[in-house]
């Protein structure tokens, strides 16, 4: 690029001229190297992987990644070790730093992911000379159990969303979509954002096996990195995935699709009255407001049900079917998040038996 600038000295021009060559320098052009302060390393980084993407695929990384890391940075690494430079990071002081972080209750997941990465561009820029994450103890995760619902628990979440249970006495009994959502995550096991985001281009209710294509979610807004509530084109694992409907659902589609007027290929299964997207968090909120006067149902979320369908199909058919259903790439997810613990086991007299035939009657 030409580059030009005056002044009424030639003293003068020339500085502005160095002012304008620099203006036009990318931010950090210099790189990092050892005096920078962590602070400095990771508004580095986070540029570097605005603009770069994925390492491996080369491919732009989704702006809720990008606030997820940046969260991480602005609320837990920032404050706890923003100051630091990179020539006097320690094991030590990583090791002493986030274990208080963890007995504070404040998740570090994040943090420990957001500090590798950040050491790590230091080591390729000479910075450092290795990764002290790597040394780091690791973060200890207290056993969780997954909660799922019984199948009687779901039918009578179902019934519990329903317009009729939903009305107030005097008022109108509400619009069907929460009791159309839940019995949608129930005959799915999406989630909420992939389950708004079905068009109803994504969905065949006229063949002999009703489906429904996965192939988007909604995003939200978050600040600084998404403006607006949007369908993106792919889900949270990437790949789309064909679901065969159960036909109650598929016939609760088919009357929904009936009624509505935002019924065409682009239009969204589930739309507002204007035609507009729901937003995700506004029926998590709805959700929590139907059950809220139950013990039963106290702390369920619609990923509780995603979990439930999980449960099920893992225990009764097995747990590559419950992962193909959910859209894990690998069924150990499945297993550790998805499928909750029973304390009765199958029925298997059918193949135990077997050690109690003699031989003869074999």
């Known amino acids: 690029y030409d580059v030009s600038?005056?002044?009424?000295?030639?003293?003068?021009?020339?500085?502005?001229?160095?002012?304008?060559?620099?203006?036009?320098?990318?931010?950090?052009?210099?790189?990092?190297?050892?005096?920078?302060?962590?602070?400095?390393?990771?508004?580095?980084?986070?540029?570097?992987?605005?603009?770069?993407?994925?390492?491996?695929?080369?491919?732009?990384?989704?702006?809720?990644?990008?606030?997820?890391?940046?969260?991480a940075a602005r609320l837990t690494v920032v404050?706890?070790?923003?100051?630091?430079?990179?020539?006097?990071?320690?094991?030590?002081l990583l090791d002493t730093v986030?274990?208080?972080?963890d007995r504070t209750g404040i998740s570090t997941a994040q943090a420990r992911s957001v500090l590798s990465q950040v050491f790590?561009?230091?080591?390729?820029?000479?910075?450092?000379d290795t990764n002290p994450m790597k040394f780091v103890a690791p973060l200890v995760r207290e056993p969780r159990?997954?909660?799922?619902?019984?199948?009687?628990?779901?039918?009578?979440?179902?019934?519990?969303?329903?317009?009729?249970?939903?009305?107030?006495?005097?008022?109108?009994?509400?619009?069907?979509n929460l009791r159309d959502i839940v019995e949608g995550l129930l005959a799915t096991g999406c989630r909420i954002g992939e389950l708004l985001a079905v068009r109803w281009s994504d969905v065949d209710l006229d063949g002999s096996e009703p489906t429904a294509r996965i192939c988007g979610t909604l995003i939200e807004p978050r600040k600084d990195h998404v403006a607006n509530l949007h369908r993106q084109k792919s889900t949270k694992p990437g790949p789309p995935r064909t679901l065969i409907l159960p036909s109650a659902f598929a016939e609760r589609l088919a009357e929904r699709r009936n009624a509505t007027r935002w019924n065409e290929d682009h239009h969204t299964v589930f739309?507002?009255?204007n035609g507009t997207y729901l937003w995700p968090n506004n029926m998590?909120?709805?959700?929590?407001?139907?059950?809220?006067?139950?013990?039963?149902?106290?702390?369920?979320?619609?990923?509780t049900l995603r979990r439930t369908v999980g449960t099920l199909i893992a225990h009764q058919v097995g747990l590559d079917a419950a992962r193909e259903q959910l859209g894990h790439a690998d069924s150990s997810v499945t297993a550790r998040f998805y499928v909750a613990a029973?304390?009765?086991?199958?029925?298997?007299?059918?193949?135990l038996d077997q050690f109690f035939v003699s031989e003869g009657q074999a």
């Open 5 to 71: 600038a005056g002044g009424e000295t030639a003293g003068m021009a020339e500085r502005r001229l160095k002012a304008r060559i620099k203006e036009m320098q990318p931010k950090n052009a210099d790189g990092l190297s050892s005096s920078k302060t962590i602070e400095e390393a990771v508004a580095y980084w986070l540029e570097y992987r605005a603009q770069t993407g994925h390492a491996r695929r080369r491919t732009a990384l989704k702006p809720q990644t990008l606030a997820a890391y940046g969260d």
């Open 79 to 92: 404050p706890a070790l923003g100051g630091v430079r990179l020539s006097e990071v320690k094991v030590g």
């Open 98 to 101: 986030l274990m208080d972080l």
């Open 120 to 128: 790590g561009l230091a080591i390729r820029h000479g910075a450092m």
């Open 145 to 176: 159990e997954v909660e799922a619902l019984t199948v009687s628990q779901a039918r009578a979440l179902r019934a519990a969303a329903t317009p009729e249970a939903l009305r107030k006495p005097g008022r109108r009994a509400p619009g069907p």
């Open 271 to 273: 739309a507002s009255r």
């Open 284 to 303: 998590r909120t709805r959700l929590r407001a139907a059950i809220k006067s139950s013990e039963e149902f106290s702390g369920i979320t619609p990923h």
């Open 342 to 351: 029973r304390d009765r086991a199958p029925d298997l007299r059918f193949l």
